[in-house]
């Protein structure tokens, strides 16, 4: 009996020692929590998840993964905004949609920011103002990007491309959502106006967890995908990003410092609605589910307001 207790002991000690899927959540006692994500059987996808690990302290420090449970009533965004100082994105970074975009492969990686505001949770809709709808011969031409996100644990600066993984706490999914016609049409020539094109409030649901580097120790052998109402539209894997996550994260931090908290938005692959011939744009009451593999899904309704 007490080798059994031991074994008990210790089985139970390994399995609270590293969080596998930080979430934050509502619980049926309508507090908010950190917690672990317990993962339904036959499937990766954090956002199935009904109950959590309650963790005690703060995921991109000190932490404990208690023995205690509660049910999950909402999914919250992995972090709250307040605690992330800077959204980085990444432009162009997979052939297949360079191509489709009729761009250039650049020499190195395209970077803009979205403010904290633009972060989303993976349920709650998308909001569309007034001044992205349609506007007499101005049509509003929304579109989606799913993106492999890298959430940052601590200080990286002037770091190399080996050292990079040292400072990720984890990925997770998130949707870059778009509007090509203030990016590309009202934006300069031949710039894209990138922050009225995607940076408005909301324009970023990210999540439903984020997952460590115990689980992921290889990002880039990940599938990715959109699906618009059911129907898939991307369909690719992280494997052809054309920068990948060691040298971005290290590309970043040169001469800038990164911080706990910081997300980075990697690109997107081919499959969006810019690079369709006969492009049917998103529009009010559009479901959009992004995924990534071992991670889970945001699924979030367009919403003209």
């Known amino acids: 009996m007490r080798i059994l207790s031991l074994f008990t002991f210790i089985s139970s000690l390994a399995l609270f020692v590293n969080a596998q899927r ?48 509660k049910k999950i009533k909402k999914l919250l965004s992995p972090l709250p905004s307040e605690r992330v100082r800077t959204v980085r994105c ?23 920011y979205k403010s904290f505001t633009a972060l989303n949770t993976p349920s709650d809709p998308i909001p569309v103002t007034e001044g992205y709808q349609t506007q007499g011969d101005f049509i509003s031409k929304m579109d989606y990007e799913t993106e492999l996100v890298i959430v940052i644990k601590k200080k990286a600066f002037n770091i190399s491309d080996d050292e990079a993984l040292d400072h990720v706490l984890g990925y997770t999914v998130g949707n870059d ?34 997952v460590s580097t115990n689980i992921i120790p290889d990002p880039q052998k990940l599938n990715i995908w959109t699906k618009v109402n059911g129907v898939m539209m991307q369909n690719e894997t ?37 690079g369709k011939a006969n492009p049917v744009w998103l529009t009010d009451g559009d479901v959009v589910e992004v995924g990534l593999e071992n991670v889970g899904t945001c699924t979030n309704t367009m919403r003209h307001t």
């Open 177 to 210: 959502v778009s509007h090509r016609g203030w990016q590309i049409e009202r934006g300069g020539i031949p710039q894209p106006q990138y922050s009225m094109g995607k940076g408005a409030d909301g324009w970023a649901p990210w999540g439903s967890a984020i």
């Open 22 to 69: 930080f979430v934050r959540f509502i619980s049926t006692d309508n507090r908010e929590y950190y917690g672990d994500a317990i993962l339904p059987g036959g499937t990766t996808d954090a956002a199935k998840s009904t109950h959590a690990h309650v963790i005690k302290g703060d995921i991109l420090g000190d932490f404990e993964i208690t023995d205690e449970v």
């Open 90 to 112: 990444v432009g162009l970074n997979y052939v297949a949609h360079i191509n489709e975009t009729d761009s250039k492969i650049p020499k190195w990686p395209i970077l803009f």
């Open 238 to 274: 992280t494997a052809n990003m054309i920068f990948g996550v060691k040298h971005l994260v290290s590309f970043f931090s040169m001469g800038t410092t990164l911080m706990p908290g910081d997300v980075i938005f990697t690109g997107t692959p081919s499959g969006v609605i810019l």
